[in-house]
């Protein structure tokens, strides 16, 4: 049984720690989602994993209760974006460890432009400076449902709340020149006299 002290892990490890390829794919999964160490990685695999056996198990069975249990399963892929209506089995089959990781927290933060990099996303979350649905949510591997998406946004009572806080004002810097590359011209940004005193008082 062991230690009650210490839980049973929730994730498992590859069955060959050496495999080069699985290695460097790693490797790009964590320099691109900025996730700290593999065993992050290796707990969404896991959740991956469990998703599939679960519903290939449920597939072999009959009767109302694993009617029940389908539709259970098939809506909580569902809420998390990672299949879509009317979802079959092979479409649960075919999930990839990317469509996972596409839903975590630190993805969503840096995809809504709330930090300037994937890693400065990891730290506002840990730092307690994003919140969810109106919670503060300090995991960065936490998978946000579609529902909660619209409502990733900075604690009320961060400093990171306030727009002209430096980071923010440093994120609308980089927004700008990303749009001026995009559109490959030049844009005047106009800012009242007021704001723009703030401006210059927090950057001095």
Do not use: C
Not at 76 to 90: E, N, P
Not at 102 to 116: C, G, Y
Request: glycine share 6%; proline share 4%; net charge positive.
């Amino acid at each position: 049984m062991g230690d009650p002290k210490k839980p049973k892990k929730k994730y498992s490890t590859p069955g060959h720690p050496w495999e080069k390829t699985r290695i460097e794919e790693e490797k790009i999964i964590l320099k691109e989602y900025g996730l700290s160490n593999k065993k992050e990685l290796w707990k969404l695999e896991s959740v991956l994993k469990n998703f599939k056996s679960q519903i290939k198990k449920l597939a072999s069975l009959k009767g109302k209760q694993a009617e029940r249990e389908k539709a259970q399963q098939t809506n909580r892929l569902l809420s998390l974006g990672l299949v879509k209506q009317d979802a079959q089995l092979g479409d649960v089959l075919g999930l990839k460890l990317k469509d996972i990781m596409e839903r975590r927290l630190q993805t969503l933060v840096f995809k809504k432009e709330l930090s300037r990099s994937i890693k400065q996303a990891r730290q506002f979350i840990i730092h307690g400076h994003i919140f969810v649905g109106g919670k503060k949510i300090t995991v960065p591997n936490y998978l946000v449902k579609v529902t909660e998406e619209a409502s990733i946004t900075f604690d009320p009572k961060s400093s990171l709340s306030d727009e002209l806080h430096p980071e923010r004002i440093q994120l609308k810097k980089v927004e700008k020149t990303k749009r001026k590359k995009e559109t490959g011209k030049e844009e005047v940004e106009i800012i009242p006299e007021e704001e723009l005193k703030k401006v210059e008082e927090i950057e001095e």
